[in-house]
C-alpha cells in the first residue's frame, strides 16, 4: 500500500468515526454559512475580473463575509493577506496581478505557472521592501483561495496542517514551492475522492487519524448499519453521506447503490435516482432486482426507447444463460 493509499485508509476510517459519533452535524451550520459565503464571493469575484468593480471593493466584501461568517470564511491569513497586499502594493500594479492569477486556472500545469509567476512577482516587491518575507507564503493561499471559490470542488484551500502532514507523508517534493501546491492540490483531490469527505472534512479530520480506529470491515458494516437507520428516518442528506462512505470502502456495492437510489427519490429527485439506477446495472448488468428498479424508473418517466431497450438487454443475457445450460 503506497503511502497514499495509506493516508486514505486512515482518512476514511477517520470520516467513520466522525460521522458515527455526530461530530459532522456539529459543523452543518458553518457549512451552510460557508455555502452562502462561496455564492455571494463567487458573484463578486467575478465582477471584479469583469471590471465592474475594483480591488478595493473586492477587498471590503472578503472582509465582510469574513466578519459575517464568524471569521470562518475566507480564511484569516487569505484577509490578512489581501489587506497587506492592497495597502503595501502600488494599486494599479496589484489589481493586474491578482486580475490575472486570480482567474480560475484551467488545469494543474496552468496553476503551477500562475504560481511560478506569483513567486516571481513577490520577489520583486521583496527587493522593493513593500512586503514581508511571510508573504511569499501566503500570496499563494491568497490565489488558490480565490480559485477555491470560482470552482469549490477542483480547487481546495490551503490549509497549513494539511499541507504540513502531506509533507510528512512524502507526498509533496518539498524544495520547489509551487509544485509543492500542485503536489498538494493533486493530493487534496484524490484523497477527497478516494475518502467520500466533504470539502472542509479533511481538515476537520486530521485529529483522529493517528487514534485508534476502527477497523475497515467495522466500518463497512456501520456505514450500511447507518445508511439503512437514516432511510428509515427519512434523512436523505445523512442516507446518502453513509452509502457514499460504503462506497469509499466497496467501490460498486449494491446495498449502497441501492440506497442512493432510495435516497434520492426521497429527495424527489428523480432523475438523479435514475442516474444511479443506470450506474448499478452497469455495475451488476445481471442482477434480476437491479434491473425491475431500473425498469420502473423509466416507466414511472415514460421513457419508452429506453425501458424497451433495457428489456432486450436483459433478455439476451437470459437467453444467453438459459443457451449455455442447455449444452
Excluded at 77 to 103: P, Q
Excluded at 207 to 212: A, F, Y
Amino acid at each position: 500500500m503506497s503511502s497514499e493509499e495509506a493516508l486514505a485508509d486512515r482518512f476514511r476510517r477517520a470520516l467513520y468515526l466522525y460521522m458515527s459519533e455526530a461530530r459532522d452535524l456539529d459543523h452543518e451550520d458553518e457549512d451552510r454559512t460557508i455555502a452562502a459565503s462561496l455564492s455571494l464571493l463567487n458573484r463578486t469575484l467575478a465582477e471584479f475580473l469583469g471590471g465592474k468593480i475594483n480591488l478595493a471593493t473586492l477587498k471590503y466584501r472578503m472582509d465582510n463575509m469574513f466578519v459575517e461568517t464568524g471569521c470562518s470564511f475566507p480564511p484569516r491569513d487569505v484577509v490578512d493577506t489581501l489587506r497587506e497586499a492592497v495597502l503595501n502594493i502600488d494599486v494599479d500594479e496589484i489589481t493586474s496581478v491578482i486580475a490575472t492569477l486570480g482567474a480560475m486556472p484551467e488545469d494543474l500545469v496552468d496553476a503551477k505557472g500562475r504560481l511560478l509567476d506569483a513567486e516571481e512577482f513577490v520577489e520583486v516587491q521583496l527587493s522593493k521592501g513593500t512586503v514581508g518575507r511571510s508573504f511569499a507564503f501566503e500570496f499563494p493561499a491568497l490565489l488558490m483561495c480565490l480559485w477555491h471559490v470560482q470552482a469549490p470542488g477542483m480547487w481546495p484551500l490551503r490549509y497549513g496542517p494539511l499541507v504540513d502532514r502531506l509533507n510528512k507523508e512524502g507526498l509533496m517534493s518539498k524544495g520547489d514551492p509551487p509544485q509543492d501546491m500542485v503536489d498538494y492540490m493533486m493530493s487534496v483531490r484524490h484523497l477527497e475522492e478516494a475518502t467520500a469527505a466533504g470539502r472542509y472534512d479533511l481538515g476537520r479530520l486530521l485529529p483522529l487519524i493517528d487514534e485508534d480506529l476502527p477497523t475497515e470491515e467495522e466500518c463497512v458494516e456501520g456505514s450500511a448499519s447507518q445508511g439503512k437507520a437514516s432511510l428509515d428516518a427519512g434523512e436523505w442528506d445523512r442516507a446518502l453521506r453513509w452509502y457514499d462512505l460504503l462506497l469509499a470502502f466497496r467501490p460498486g456495492n449494491a446495498e449502497a447503490l441501492f440506497g442512493r437510489i432510495a435516497a434520492y427519490e426521497g429527495k424527489g429527485l428523480r432523475m438523479m435516482a435514475l442516474a444511479e439506477a443506470e450506474a448499478l446495472v452497469e455495475s451488476l448488468p445481471e442482477d434480476l432486482a437491479a434491473h425491475r428498479k431500473l425498469l420502473s424508473l423509466y416507466k414511472e418517466r415514460r421513457m419508452i426507447p429506453e425501458h424497451n431497450r433495457e428489456v432486450r438487454r436483459f433478455r439476451a443475457i437470459m437467453e444467453g444463460r438459459r443457451g449455455e445450460l442447455e449444452r
